[in-house]
Nanobody
Framework: QVQVVESGGGSVHPGGSLRLSCVASTSIFFGKVAAWYRQAPGKEREMVATITAGGSANYADSVRGRFTLSRDRTGNSLYLQMNSLKSEDTANYYC?????????WGEGTRVTVSS
């Protein structure tokens, strides 16, 4: 069974940076659609960034220009570089990959942005 594990979350001040990592137990990210989502307290899960099979990244308007999604060529790891963090970025962050047509989710990593 494929598993993914997110890490890199933490507490930072507004304006700070974090780099989230997502490691899968097998190669599910390279050459396939993958994404980062987040869910803030009391809100629905929302897409933060996606990457196509060909490598084109797309971002939610709220994070464009501040966040960067990338993946490694092994297909085992997905990253989210987050700069200029704002209090509204506070949420649990989840990575998602696709394996044999199924969406594979991790359990999330918590990001808290506060002064």
């Amino acid at each position: 069974q494929v598993q993914v594990v997110e890490s890199g979350g933490g507490s930072v001040h507004p304006g700070g940076s974090l780099r989230l990592s997502c490691v899968a137990s097998t190669s599910i990210f390279f050459g396939k659609v993958a994404a980062w989502y987040r869910q803030a307290p009391g809100k629905e899960r929302e897409m933060v960034a996606t990457i196509t099979a060909g490598g084109s990244a797309n971002y939610a308007d709220s994070v464009r220009g501040r966040f960067t999604l990338s993946r490694d060529r092994t297909g085992n790891s997905l990253y989210l570089q987050m700069n200029s963090l704002k209090s509204e970025d506070t949420a649990n962050y989840y990575c998602m990959g696709i394996y044999y047509g199924r969406n594979i989710w991790g359990e999330g990593t918590r990001v808290t942005v506060s002064s």
